[in-house]
């Protein structure tokens, strides 16, 4: 069985710690997670699996565990199913620079969802330009190409595309 679990809350040193113990004590495993600072906030996102009686007890320790270390937590249970065939897809990387534009990320998710082209991650911040101190923007995504797409023609729209909302961005195969 598996479960999602969000986790939420001002950023302390030991937060990490606390909550790899918890999934430690209620026996269960940590399949993947994004454990980030934003801002000065601390969010994570963690993809557990154990047994149906230790999931119990870890929703268990969540809720006592976050009370105690004044947390919002929202947890989900994913549901069975059997393994989906897999996909008949391309990974590829996204990654952009640009000065601050508040519509960039729409831009983007637009641009790819338009085309059928599912998201897969998306990681972005921002930063003062050196010597000018202006807000720089990055952004880097994995996106899933169908194979049957046409990458030249899908790259040359990306571009053209890029350009007209000025943004700098590449796109390329994941390397492993």
């Known amino acids: ?3 999602v679990v969000t986790v939420m809350g001002e950023d302390r040193p030991d937060l990490i710690v606390e909550l790899t113990r918890i999934v430690k004590d209620a026996k269960c495993n940590i399949l993947e997670s994004r454990i980030t ?3 000065r906030e601390f969010a994570a996102h963690l993809l557990i699996e154990g047994n149906w009686n230790h999931i119990v007890r870890l929703e268990s320790l969540l809720e006592a565990s976050a009370q105690r270390l004044t947390l919002k937590l929202a947890t989900m249970r994913c549901r069975d199913e059997e393994e989906p065939p897999p996909e008949d897809v391309i990974p590829y990387s996204v990654d952009v620079f640009a000065a601050e534009q ?5 831009d983007l998710a637009e641009f790819f969802t338009a085309r059928n082209i599912k998201i897969l991650d998306l990681n972005t911040s921002r930063y003062p330009a050196p010597y000018g101190g202006a807000q720089v923007f990055i952004a880097h995504m994995i996106v899933k190409i169908p194979s049957g797409m046409k990458i030249v023609s899908l790259r040359d729209e990306f571009l053209e595309f890029c350009d007209q909302i000025n943004i ?3 796109l390329e195969p994941v390397k492993r």
Do not use: C, F, W
């Open 1 to 3: 069985m598996q479960i």
């Open 37 to 39: 600072e934003l801002g």
């Open 102 to 106: 508040p519509d960039t990320i729409h």
């Open 168 to 170: 700098d961005a590449i």
